[in-house]
């Protein structure tokens, strides 16, 4: 464990080589690990590739590193850049850097060294998910996301070293994108009966005590070990409905909206993908392909029978002490007439050719539900309390949020899609237009209403 003297200076890491890293090496650096203080990437290559060198190796020596100015300038620079509203004590990153970045970062290093930090409460706010249901989020305060950045980058490359290649969520260079990727390459390979599953509330039912144990497999620094301890039992607090402050402690889950919980859910699951990839797991068994995305997962087989489904189960619930939700779990067979397989917001089915050959091949385009959400959200942005709104303005917000939207969804066969978006969007914005005040809006003479709107500068899908 690190000393209270070390943290002011570059803490030694044990075991580790001190030679500087290859130019080849800072040529593959990805733009977000470039970003950082070389300091800090010398660091994490060097936990990277003692991790990697040593699969049993448990780290000893860490709290220092995170506790450093280094460490948590960076980290303060990562919370800064995301922005996000503040926690239960009100304080903003705009009051930080009003009074004074340096005097916030020197206090946290001071209560980190002489171990005096301790965690606020979360603030619990709901935000609606697809199905009409809410998800609740745990917002900590801004001085604790700072040392939860930190506690990351540290603990980033020693767990990334065991993740598996089965795993695309939350990871640093890997995407939604890569996963769907994978789909697409199995259900061509004849993987075409699939296992869609649903986990009910996973982030909030994680076991503290397992998730502890799946932590100290690779840290045994209590330091560092006792800070996320702390904010696994940090109070969550909300207000109910007559406006009345309620305070309670969570006994088991990681509080979406903390930096570092989406690392602690992928370093519980990944027992899941380890098992799942072992001698004895269905990758050798049943050459089934696990594709997992966070909590979301679907297993690729060219069966999947008795065996397969039981071992899910087991894993999931008996092992790891998960809950499946029965209602959206489901095995499909991609093979037979107009069934579908949806994951991440795309949709995937065998259809026929369009061009009447009667060829089939595998169709990969944006879901009914993610369609729907789109047209929600579009109507959000061009509803009445926009009337006030210049056009230029509204355009120019419609132009970047369709520009993201479309660079998701570009993957596939997505033309469909984009034509009904398209068609969505001029049509709010003729009736928009049309209402803004009592004379009725027009195209100029000779222009067609799509033509016009090209010219006022609406992107077309």
């Known amino acids: 464990m690190a000393g209270t003297e070390q943290t002011q200076k570059e803490p030694g890491l044990i075991g580790m080589r001190n030679q500087p890293m290859t130019g080849q090496a800072e040529e593959e650096l990805s733009f977000r690990e470039a970003t950082l203080p070389p300091k800090l990437r010398d660091w994490r290559a060097k936990l990277s590739a003692k991790a990697k060198q040593e699969k049993r190796y448990r780290f000893y020596s860490l709290y220092g590193l995170v506790s450093h100015p280094e460490t948590l300038r960076a980290a303060w620079t990562q919370v800064r850049a995301n922005g996000g509203s503040p926690g239960v004590d009100g304080e903003t990153i705009g009051k930080i850097e009003k009074g004074g970045e340096e005097a916030f970062l020197e206090k946290l290093v001071r209560e980190l060294t002489e171990k005096t930090y301790r965690t606020g409460a979360a603030r619990r706010v709901y935000i609606p998910k697809a199905n009409g249901k809410m998800r609740p989020l745990g917002i900590p305060n801004i001085r604790d996301r700072v040392v939860q950045a930190a506690v990351l980058l540290i603990l980033e490359p020693i767990f990334e070293s065991d993740f598996l290649e089965c795993s695309h969520g939350f990871r640093p260079g890997r995407s939604a994108h890569d996963a769907l990727e994978v789909i697409r390459e199995n259900l061509a390979k004849g993987r075409c009966t699939v296992i869609d599953a649903d986990m009910e509330g996973y982030f909030d039912s994680i076991p503290h005590d397992k998730l502890m144990a799946c932590l100290r497999m690779r840290v045994v620094d209590g330091s560092v070990l006792r800070l996320i301890k702390q904010w696994l039992d940090a109070p969550v607090e909300e207000r109910d409905e007559n406006g009345k402050i309620r305070r309670r402690r969570n006994k088991q889950g990681t509080p979406q909206g903390g930096v570092i ?201």
């Not at 004895?280 to 999947?304: C, E, H, N, S, T």
């Not at 944006?366 to 959200?377: C, H």
Request: with cysteine; net charge positive; hydrophobic share 35%.
């Open 261 to 461: 919980s989406p690392l602690l859910a992928n370093i519980y699951l990944h027992w899941f993908d380890h098992a799942f990839h072992a001698k004895d797991g269905p990758a050798q068994w049943a050459k089934a392909v696990l594709v997992r995305y966070a909590d979301d997962f679907v297993i690729m087989a060219r069966y999947a029978g008795q065996d397969l489904q039981r071992f899910v189960d087991e894993k999931i619930e008996g092992w790891l002490g998960l809950k499946i939700n029965r209602e959206k779990t489901r095995v499909v067979d991609l093979r037979q007439e107009g069934e579908t397989l949806d994951f991440l917001g795309f949709s995937f089915r065998h259809d026929r050719d369009l061009y009447g050959s009667g060829k089939r091949y595998w169709n990969m385009h944006p879901s009914k539900k993610s369609l729907a959400r789109e047209r929600e959200k579009l109507r959000e942005m061009i509803d009445r309390k926009q009337s006030r709104t210049p056009v230029p303005e509204l355009i120019g917000r419609l132009n970047g949020h369709l520009k993201g939207w479309a660079n998701y969804y570009r993957r596939g066969y997505s033309r469909c899609a984009f034509r009904d978006i398209n068609w969505f969007v001029e049509k709010r914005l003729w009736r928009h237009l049309r209402r803004r005040s009592q004379r009725k809006w027009r195209p100029a003479r000779e222009t067609s209403f799509h033509s016009q709107l090209a010219q006022m500068g609406l992107v077309h899908l």
